[in-house]
């Protein structure tokens, strides 16, 4: 099997506007901020269908209307095209939202 491809966490950040490095790995972390707990889990529930079938899971927590996530690929020790496309994902699905 071969390693993903490990990209500079600039070039990453550069394409995800509303993600920061994470500080505590090399991985890409935001906080989303839902209307209710309801929202949050649909958008939780979405986002782990698809993280299925791209077997590329998130590192996320959850408090109510906030859900909190890192990504990184753990293969290549920082981040790849598959932490970037599940961003988009999860930015796509929290900006089709109701506004909280």
Same mark, same amino acid.
């Given at each position: ?10 070039? $990453? ?5 509303? &993600? /920061? $490095? ?8 935001? !906080?989303?901020? =839902?209307?209710?707990?309801? /929202?949050? =889990?649909? =958008?939780? !529930?979405?986002? #782990?269908? #698809?993280?299925?079938?791209?077997? +590329? +899971?998130?590192? &996320? =927590? ?11 690929? +753990?293969? %290549? ?16 699905? %929290?900006?089709? #939202?109701?506004?909280?």
């Amino acid at each position: 099997m071969t390693r993903p491809a490990k990209m500079p966490l600039t070039d $990453a950040l550069g394409e995800l506007p509303l &993600w /920061q $490095a994470s500080g505590v790995k090399e991985a890409i972390s935001r !906080t989303f901020v =839902f209307k209710d707990f309801s /929202q949050a =889990f649909g =958008f939780m !529930t979405q986002i #782990a269908l #698809a993280a299925e079938r791209m077997d +590329h +899971h998130p590192e &996320w =927590f959850n408090v109510y209307n906030r859900v909190e996530v890192v990504l990184n690929t +753990h293969d %290549a020790d920082g981040v790849t095209r598959l932490d970037l496309e599940l961003a988009k994902l999860m930015d796509r699905l %929290a900006a089709d #939202a109701p506004p909280n």
